[in-house]
């Protein structure tokens, strides 16, 4: 009694063969997936970043009171604080942040011709003496004050905070009793 040993068993050695031959032609015929992997071609994408110089101030309040005084100084009621940002691009330089009136002869006024000049205003910078508001900035001629002058090294992106106290000084002035307004302008340069 012969055993049966497998599908090929009862075949001759050429029948094997030719079963052996017919499997490989078909592995031959299969796609080979383990082996050779199909990639697509290389889309790109250019990409573009910039960073812009630029100098950024806050100020805060938005408003300081006075309660004048005839011949005398007033104080305003609150220091302003001052938050500068800057990104430049110079390796060295500075920047330059000043307080100004756009007129000299009018930094308040009541609106009916009677005005405080900007001589008669005053700032403490972080708590240093009181400065007439009568220098010459990149801005205003004859009613600014300088708040700060701070060298850049190397372009690193900084910020600073400062404060400003006002005072008025009526003397010499002959205001009327009225209320008085006026804008100050802060405002920075880079170099």
């Known amino acids: 009694m012969q055993i049966n040993s497998g599908v090929c068993g009862g075949l001759?050695?050429?029948g094997r063969r030719f079963v052996l031959l017919v499997l490989a032609a078909g592995f031959l015929l299969l796609p080979a997936t383990t082996g050779a992997q199909l990639k697509s071609n290389v889309a790109s994408v250019n990409l573009n970043a910039t960073l812009?110089?630029?100098i950024t101030i806050t100020a805060t309040p938005g408003?300081?009171?006075f309660n004048l005084v005839r011949n005398g100084v007033a104080t305003g009621t609150t220091p302003v604080t001052i938050t500068t940002t800057w990104t430049l691009t110079t390796l060295l330089g500075s920047v330059a942040e000043y307080a100004y009136f756009s007129s000299s002869s009018a930094a308040l006024t009541d609106?009916?011709?009677d005005n405080i000049p900007s001589a008669s205003v005053s700032g403490s910078v972080d708590g240093g003496a009181y400065t007439a508001f009568t220098g010459t900035s990149p801005f205003a001629a004859g009613s600014s004050i300088t708040l700060f002058t701070q060298f850049v090294?190397?372009?690193?992106?900084?910020?600073?905070?400062?404060t400003?106290?006002?005072q008025i000084a009526t003397s010499g002035l002959k205001l009327?009793?009225?209320t008085y307004t006026g804008v100050l302008h802060i405002q920075a340069q880079a170099n």
């Open 153 to 162: 090294f190397l372009n690193f992106p900084a910020n600073r905070s400062d």
């Open 63 to 65: 408003l300081v009171n």
């Open 52 to 54: 812009n110089t630029s």
């Open 12 to 14: 001759s050695v050429a």
């Open 176 to 178: 009327p009793a009225g």
């Open 111 to 113: 609106g009916a011709s």
């Open 164 to 166: 400003l106290n006002l």
